[in-house]
């Protein structure tokens, strides 16, 4: 019985390699309805994916539409000798490897901005991945965070955690790109008042 069942399971594995990378060749010779099925076909899988490695919907999200514009801008390298699925969830882990290095360092930074921390001393926080709920400087940068006024916390939320640009900050706290300059470094330099305090 678990013979036939890993059977029909490689059987439909084998068949989906096959579909793939027929969809994939004629993407590859310009099939717009191709490509839009092989969008589909693995849209899906690959946020869930995604999902799994992030724990987060808005990062998941993202990364799965910058996952699959990759795809798209890439397609013309992909050697249908491999699997498909393999190619394109290759892509996925570069793009969740990014997105892990790019978080880890601007929790560096911002640990390093809350603690009064200079920017020249900002690599010696982590040399590598670390559970943050053990580490003081992480525990201290968030008490400093939770006593900033709110207007200086969502500043530094969207700049310094979200990465939002000034632009897209101003536009999330109705304001303007030169006030929101103004706010970060008010912020910051609130915070780094409060760091002593917290010590």
Do not use: C
Not at 19 to 40: F, M, R, T, W
Request: aromatic share 10%; charged share 25%.
């Amino acid at each position: 019985m678990a013979a036939h069942r890993e059977k029909g399971i490689l059987m439909n594995t084998t068949h989906a390699q096959l579909v793939d990378k027929g969809l994939a060749a004629a993407a590859q010779a310009g099939d717009a309805s191709a490509l839009s099925q092989l969008y589909n076909r693995h849209l899906v899988p690959l946020y869930r994916y995604i999902f799994r490695h992030v724990n987060h919907l808005q990062d998941a999200e993202d990364l799965t539409s910058d996952v699959m514009l990759r795809m798209v801008n890439s397609l013309p390298t992909y050697q249908r000798t491999a699997s498909f699925r393999t190619w394109l969830y290759g892509i996925a882990r570069h793009a969740i490897a990014d997105f892990w290095r790019s978080r880890y360092k601007v929790r560096e930074e911002l640990v390093a901005e809350f603690s009064g921390i200079s920017m020249e001393q900002k690599g010696e926080l982590y040399v590598e991945p670390v559970d943050e709920s053990s580490d003081p400087r992480y525990k201290q940068a968030q008490k400093v965070f939770e006593k900033l006024p709110n207007h200086y916390r969502d500043v530094l939320r969207y700049r310094f955690i979200e990465q939002r640009t000034v632009a897209e900050t101003a536009e999330a706290m109705g304001t303007t790109p030169g006030n929101v300059k103004v706010l970060q470094y008010r912020a910051l330099k609130k915070a780094a008042v409060i760091a002593k305090e917290v010590v």
